[in-house]
């Protein structure tokens, strides 16, 4: 199979392979380096965002099954007394990095584009915090979300959940314990999410064009998973994946890029929802790897990747 790069991207994926090059060599499993590494990319990522202004904030936390405190950041565009829709949003990171503040500006444009408020969720990473407790983390966080609802303006049948790339999984992971536990949950949107643990064979192919690699992936997961990472053992809570039964889970907008080791995995989950009779809406655009919208904002792709999302929310 021959792959091509999107002609816009070229040059900054020089500039990206030139950087590595020049970079020692990460050890498989070391998810340290990772989160030195990746914290230093989602700040610089986060400066490429277009700055709006009238976004407030207010922080809160809701309580885990485990009692620990998870911080919550809320972010609105105006005040409004009618009741609307809500996005309760899971950051990326691969599990193992990110924090509210590396998605500041990126919930801030999105909620200055839609008119939606957002409810980011500080959930607890890998391996400090392992398995399902990630997922309850941001379950706990729809929890708040749905009790506080009368006071925020906020329409309880009109909440979704959205998460990037790690925070896909217990993004997706909330869609199912909702569906479980009776929660209503509008919609799941889900944008090049990692899902599949058991996603550890290279495609030769892709590899010159990876931003996520199959070394980076392992890691990851091991971080979440342990020594029941790849076995019969690892519940879909921690991996989305692993379901069996897709049927009555939220109605689901998933993209992704062709060059994303997560194509393949996003691809068939968005099938398994859609033979269990859930709405779907798939999205793989040619030409790019993953996270090719933050890494490059301003090019066409990542123009039509955030028209089709803000066009999602709007639909709430």
């Not at 990206?16 to 590494?37: H, S, V």
């Not at 729809?142 to 998460?163: N, S």
């Not at 990851?220 to 692993?242: F, I, Q």
Request: proline residues 7%.
């Amino acid at each position: 199979m021959n792959y091509t790069l999107d002609p816009e991207l070229v040059p900054l994926l020089t500039a990206l392979a030139g950087q590595a090059a020049g970079a020692p060599a990460r050890e498989r499993g070391d998810w340290k380096a990772i989160r030195e590494a990746g914290t230093l990319g989602q700040a610089a990522m986060a400066a490429l965002v277009p700055p709006v202004t009238g976004i407030r904030t207010a922080t809160y936390f809701a309580t885990a099954p485990d009692g620990a405190r998870i911080e919550l950041r809320w972010y609105t565009s105006r005040e409004t007394m009618a009741p609307g829709p809500a996005v309760l949003y899971a950051h990326g990171g691969g599990m193992i990095l990110g924090d509210l503040d590396a998605y500041d500006t990126l919930l801030s444009w999105y909620v200055a584009h839609s008119g939606v408020p957002f409810l980011s969720v500080g959930y607890r990473l890998a391996p400090e915090a392992s398995g399902t407790m990630l997922a309850e983390d941001v379950f706990a966080g729809l929890t708040w979300l749905t009790g506080h609802a009368h006071k925020l303006a906020v329409d309880t049948a009109r909440i979704a959940v959205m998460g990037d790339s790690g925070g896909g999984a217990p993004a997706a992971a909330t869609a199912i314990l909702a569906r479980d536990r009776h929660v209503p949950l509008a919609r799941q949107i889900l944008v090049y999410p990692m899902l599949d643990d058991r996603n550890q064979s290279p495609d030769p192919a892709r590899e010159p064009f990876l931003t996520w690699t199959y070394d980076d992936n392992y890691t990851a997961w091991k971080a979440v998973l342990g020594d029941t990472l790849g076995t019969a053992d690892v519940s879909p809570v921690a991996a989305p994946a692993r379901l069996s039964d897709f049927t009555g889970l939220a109605p689901a907008y998933i993209d992704t890029g062709d060059l994303d080791i997560f194509r393949d995995e996003d691809i068939a989950y968005a099938a398994r929802l859609a033979a269990a009779g859930v709405p779907v809406e798939l999205h793989v655009h040619p030409g790019v790897p993953h996270g090719w919208d933050r890494l490059a904002p301003h090019c066409g792709a990542a123009q039509r990747a955030f028209a089709d999302r803000l066009r999602a929310l709007a639909a709430l």
